[in-house]
């Protein structure tokens, strides 16, 4: 009886190996492959063409200067609300906390509607602020506040945890023996935090990179102007130009998985030293 117990453990283990593996390659590598498979066979010139068209030049440098105001704002504010929610108290705390998870738990698309209803041009505020020359829907301020918006728990989220770990009983001792609130903040909090800022950082970038419901909805996806990588992929398909979308998705996949690779590779060196 012990004997049959001993040798089922393996298979248990294995067939749980297996439909794991089994479940990733459904979901991830054979998509992956079939745009690659599709990619391979495209013609070489059409892909170039797409690719170095002013319209996908135009996309890409779009979506660049939109993750890089996103990943600003949000890597900030997101620091800024794990120290409030992890070192002072006060009445809504909780509600906060639970708001932060809201572009989870929303559609993108329901999110660009909002911003629409409130900054569009007979929004509640977006009338007020076109009298004053300030256009923030169909323009790059709506398209880069509907992606703070969608990727504004990442950071948040992963520094909380690792910041009632690690952080207050540093700052208790610094500010003990002297150190101002700026000191404390950059020699203890700050590399006590850096990998829970590194991993929203990741996820908040990759995020903004693919990022399209909400965009969709707010930019009016105005080609050289307002169209962003996913809605050029998008218009692309439409237009029936399979070769300009299949790049232009890879270079985007590309780019993402790239960049969480190396935060996961950096990260597994940090831990072997």
């Not at 590598?29 to 319209?55: C, D, F, N, W």
């Not at 708001?99 to 009338?127: H, Q, T």
């Not at 950071?155 to 690792?162: C, D, F, T, W």
């Not at 009632?164 to 404390?184: C, H, I, N, P, Y």
Request: glycine share 10%; aromatic share 12%; charged share 10%.
């Amino acid at each position: 009886m012990q004997k049959s117990y001993t040798t089922s453990i393996p298979i248990g283990r294995w067939s749980l190996i297996t439909l794991t593996l089994f479940w990733f390659m459904l979901l991830i590598l054979v998509p992956v492959g079939g745009l690659i498979q599709k990619l391979l066979a495209s013609p070489v010139g059409e892909i170039l063409h797409g690719l170095g068209s002013r319209t996908a030049v135009n996309a890409f440098l779009l979506t660049a200067k939109v993750t890089g105001m996103t990943i600003l704002v949000n890597t900030i504010m997101g620091v800024l609300m794990a120290r409030v929610l992890v070192k002072q108290q006060f009445r809504g705390k909780l509600l906060i906390e639970g708001f932060i998870d809201l572009p989870f738990a929303i559609s993108p698309v329901v999110a660009g509607f909002m911003i629409v209803i409130l900054f569009g041009p007979y929004g509640w505020l977006g009338g007020w602020l076109e009298g004053m020359g300030i256009k923030v829907v169909y323009s790059l301020p709506g398209i880069t506040l509907a992606t703070i918006f969608v990727t504004l728990p990442f950071v948040a989220k992963e520094v909380i945890p690792v910041y009632r770990q690690f952080g207050m009983k540093g700052e208790e001792a610094a500010l003990v023996m002297g150190a101002s609130q700026w000191q404390t903040f950059w020699w203890i909090t700050l590399p006590s935090i850096k990998w829970g800022v590194i991993y929203g950082v990741t996820l908040a970038l990759a995020r903004s990179l693919g990022e399209f419901g909400a965009v969709l909805v707010v930019s009016g996806n105005i080609i050289n102007q307002t169209q962003t990588a996913t809605l050029y992929i998008h218009q692309q398909f439409t237009d029936f130009d399979y070769s300009g979308a299949y790049a232009a998705s890879l270079v985007i996949a590309a780019v993402a998985f790239t960049i969480l690779i190396a935060i996961q590779t950096i990260t597994n060196r940090h831990r072997e030293t």
